[in-house]
Structures are given as structure tokens and as C-alpha cells.
């Protein structure tokens, strides 16, 4: 897997993603220190509202910064995010308002929304081939993974020697960082040279042209015209189900429903990380052999079983078994989550052409955001309000539906798994090679981009 970080641009950009997130981290440690001193008991309030305009600007901001900024190069739009990120850091420590936190949350996370969905469109340029992108999909996953369970670790260790306000210039270090290595890669120019003008973009209603407007909901409209990426959306929701549902009710979990101590916690939240990075480092040799749809379809149906394990586990009486069953099941759906979400730059890349590829990465960026902007209340409120069985069966059903639409979508034809097929693309012994040129929009022939991809 670590053969990848050969390639000087994607290790300097790697290199950028890691210093980013450990940054990203502090940061989130010290707002709650910074919320509680501002807003006292109400300080969950605070931090409440703060995520909630995190989510509404990954939603809202991504593919408006994606229109606004095609024409600006990618390297120079990532640089100014982390510039911006970092001039939001170093201001924090000095807001003695409520609002000026959600003001400044607002800038932060609308400059994240500028840079992670332009990152992961130049991952698949920098890497061309299959089996390196795949790689290379499979680090970032586990990379978000380690920083969660690492950034709480080495915050707790810098505030036995340092204040709070002190990790906010550990953030501006980390973006400041981030943009000198994206400034020191070189990056390929945007476009692949097989892609061409689909037949949907002939017919104008996916085309690149327009205003503003026009631009900001092309990603979108790509989504909705191509089959595999209808069934990527709905993918996602079912992965944000199990993903909220750990997030939100975790807690109660551990210290209401098996009454144990709160070091636990942790424990359970790790065992969700630990899930997810072990299938992020099995899954590349398992995507050298099948197509992507054979593994991400089954993880969702995967994900309705276990919210019924969930709920029977929540109905049951009191007994020891029921903790390692927790971690067992917290594990399995960091698995889930995984099998879902490390393929999807392999689809997005399959799907669509070079130029675009960033008008579809903020799109899935926008839209995955909101698939958890709607579970994320719907596992608290129907938690709190209704019981957590109920909440497993409720978000039990979101998955089922979700895992259905899916299947509907993404029909199984030969060498749909991707849009290059596992034939035509890989080399003998299953080792996959360079990408074949898909056969349509949907990569079935016949479909409406039948022939060519979208320009990207």
C-alpha cells in the first residue's frame, strides 16, 4: 500500500492531508474548551450549532466554491483554503462572543469545502493507475481514521503542559504546513485525454457551459443522470445511518443501556475506528479482484443486519454479553462504513471525464454532508424522544431503503462493478492495469452517455 508515497506529488499531498487533519483535531478540542468558557452549561449548545453550520456549509458552500472556481488552478485554490483556515485558527483564541464563533466556523469549515472536494479530484490525475488510485484511497481512509483516535490523545498530552487557546496556533501550524506542501507538488493539468463529450452533455443536459448557477449544479445533475452515482448517494445514506447512530448515541449507550463507566467511551468509539481501518487495509487487494459494486452493495444490506442486532441487543435484559456484543457490532460498522466509502473515488473517477472531476467531488462532498445532516438528528431525536430501539429500527429502514435503491441502480451487468470493467482493465493474475475506456454514462452500452463520458 505504501508503495504509492513513491510518486513525489501525491506523497507531498498526503503529506499535506495528514499535517490538515492532526490540525483539524486540536481544533476541535479546543472549541469545546473554548465553548464552555464563553457559554458555561450551555457550552453543548454552543458546539451543537457550531456542527450544525459545519454541515450546512459543507452542504451549501461546496459546489458554489466549484463553480465559482474553475478557473482558478487547483494547487493555488487548496493553498488559500489553508491560508484561510489557518487565519481563522489564530483568530479564535481572541473572540469573546458567541456569534463570532459561529461566524468564524462558518469561514473555517466554508474553506474546508473549498479544499477537500479540489484535493480529491487531483488524487485520481496524480495517480492514473487503478491499482495506485485504489491504494491511495485506502491511506486517506485510514488516515481519517488514525486522527480521530490520535488527535484527542496528543491534545490531552499538550494541555498537561499548555493552555487551550495554545492548540489553536497547533491548527494554523498544521494548515500553514498543509499549504507549503500542496505549493511544493507538482500537479498535472486538469482533463484526461481519452475523456470526450458524452451524449448528455451533446444534448445540453449535462453540459459545462452556463453561469454561475448553472456551474454550481452540474455535479448535482451528474449524479442524478448517472445510474452508478444515483446508487453512490444512496450508498452514502446508509453509511451515514450506522455512522450517526455510533456518533450520537455511543454515550448512552455505554453509560445508560449497560451502565458502565465513562472510560468506556472511548473504547466503543475505537472499536468503530478499528473496524473501519481494518477493511481499509484489506480492501485494496480485494478491489484488484472484484469490481467495486460487489463490495459496497452487500456492506449496506450488511448494515440493515446489524441495526437489527442493535435493536435486539437494546431490548434485551442485563448481562456481561452484551459489552463485547456492542464493541462487536460498533466494529462491524466501521467495517460497513468502510467497504461503502473507500471505493467512492474509484466511481466518481469511472463515471464521469478529467474536467469533471472536481464539479463531481464537491457534489458528493455536498450530498454525502447531507445525507448525514439528516441522520445525525434523526438517530439523537429519535433516540432521546422514542427510545434507541426504536432509533435502530427506524435507521434500520433508512439503510434497507437505501441499500434497495442501490441495487436498483446499479444493476449488475458484466463489468458494471466500475465503469472500465475488470476485463478489459486488468492485467493477467487479476492485477488491475491501466483503466479501459468505459463504455457509456452508466457503463452500459446503449445508456444515454453511451460512448463517451462526461467531460470533466
Known amino acids: 500500500m505504501l508503495s504509492v508515497l513513491r510518486n513525489r506529488t501525491y506523497l507531498h499531498l498526503f503529506a499535506a492531508q495528514i499535517v490538515a487533519l492532526v490540525g483539524t483535531g486540536l481544533a476541535t478540542v479546543a472549541l469545546g474548551l473554548l465553548a464552555y468558557d464563553l457559554a458555561g452549561a450551555d457550552a453543548g449548545s454552543v458546539l451543537g450549532t457550531a456542527l450544525a453550520i459545519k454541515m450546512l456549509a459543507y452542504v451549501?458552500?461546496?459546489p458554489v466554491i466549484s463553480a465559482l472556481a474553475h478557473r482558478i488552478p487547483r494547487r493555488r485554490l487548496m493553498a488559500a483554503?489553508?491560508?484561510?483556515?489557518?487565519?481563522?485558527?489564530?483568530?479564535?483564541?481572541?473572540?469573546?462572543?458567541?456569534?463570532q464563533v459561529y461566524v468564524l466556523i462558518f469561514v473555517l469549515q466554508s474553506a474546508s469545502a473549498a479544499f477537500t472536494p479540489a484535493f480529491q479530484s487531483v488524487i485520481p490525475e496524480v495517480l492514473p493507475e487503478e491499482r495506485e488510485y485504489t491504494r491511495a484511497l485506502s491511506l486517506s481512509r485510514l488516515a481519517y481514521d488514525t486522527e480521530s483516535l490520535v488527535s484527542p490523545v496528543l491534545a490531552a498530552a499538550l494541555l498537561a503542559l499548555i493552555s487551550y487557546n495554545w492548540l489553536f496556533w497547533g491548527t494554523a501550524a498544521g494548515f500553514l504546513a498543509s499549504a507549503a506542501l500542496v505549493l511544493s507538488a507538482i500537479l498535472p493539468k486538469p482533463g484526461r485525454p481519452e475523456?470526450?463529450?458524452?451524449?448528455?452533455?451533446?444534448?445540453g443536459r449535462a453540459g459545462p457551459g452556463g453561469g454561475v448557477l448553472a456551474r454550481s449544479g452540474r455535479g448535482t445533475r451528474l449524479f442524478l443522470a448517472v445510474p452508478r452515482l444515483r446508487a453512490m448517494l444512496a450508498l452514502d445514506l446508509a453509511a451515514a445511518a450506522a455512522g450517526a447512530m455510533v456518533i450520537v448515541n455511543t454515550v448512552v449507550y455505554v453509560r445508560g443501556q449497560l451502565?458502565?463507566?465513562?472510560?468506556?467511551?472511548?473504547i466503543a468509539l475505537g472499536a468503530y475506528g478499528a473496524g473501519s481501518m481494518a477493511v481499509a487495509l484489506l480492501l485494496p487487494r480485494v478491489l484488484d479482484r472484484v469490481p467495486d459494486r460487489i463490495v459496497m452493495l452487500p456492506a449496506a444490506f450488511g448494515i440493515v443486519g446489524l441495526f437489527a442486532l442493535l435493536a435486539a441487543l437494546t431490548a434485551a435484559g442485563p448481562g456481561a454479553w452484551r459489552w463485547p456484543v456492542l464493541l462487536a457490532v460498533w466494529a462491524a460498522f466501521g467495517a460497513a462504513g468502510s467497504l461503502i466509502l473507500t471505493p467512492t473515488g474509484r466511481v466518481l473517477r469511472d463515471s464521469v471525464a478529467g474536467e469533471d472531476l472536481p464539479a463531481v467531488f464537491a457534489a458528493q462532498f455536498s450530498l454525502s454532508h447531507g445525507c448525514w445532516l439528516l441522520t445525525y438528528p434523526l438517530a439523537g431525536w429519535l433516540g432521546a424522544t422514542l427510545g434507541l430501539g426504536a432509533a435502530s429500527v427506524a435507521l434500520g429502514?433508512?439503510?434497507l431503503a437505501s441499500g434497495a435503491l442501490a441495487a436498483r441502480a446499479w444493476r449488475g451487468v458484466p463489468g458494471a462493478g466500475s465503469a472500465t470493467g475488470r476485463a478489459a482493465g486488468s492485467a493477467p493474475g487479476g492485477r488491475a492495469g491501466r483503466r479501459a475506456r468505459p463504455r457509456g454514462l452508466s457503463g452500459v452500452p446503449g445508456s444515454a452517455g453511451a460512448g463517451r463520458r462526461l467531460p470533466g
Not at 195 to 203: F, G, P
Not at 259 to 266: C, L, N, Q, S, T
Open 397 to 399: 429502514g433508512v439503510a
Open 259 to 266: 451502565g458502565r463507566p465513562a472510560a468506556d467511551v472511548p
Open 60 to 62: 451549501g458552500i461546496a
Open 195 to 203: 475523456a470526450v463529450h458524452s451524449e448528455a452533455c451533446r444534448s
Open 81 to 99: 483554503s489553508d491560508l484561510t483556515r489557518a487565519a481563522v485558527a489564530l483568530t479564535l483564541p481572541f473572540v469573546t462572543e458567541v456569534w
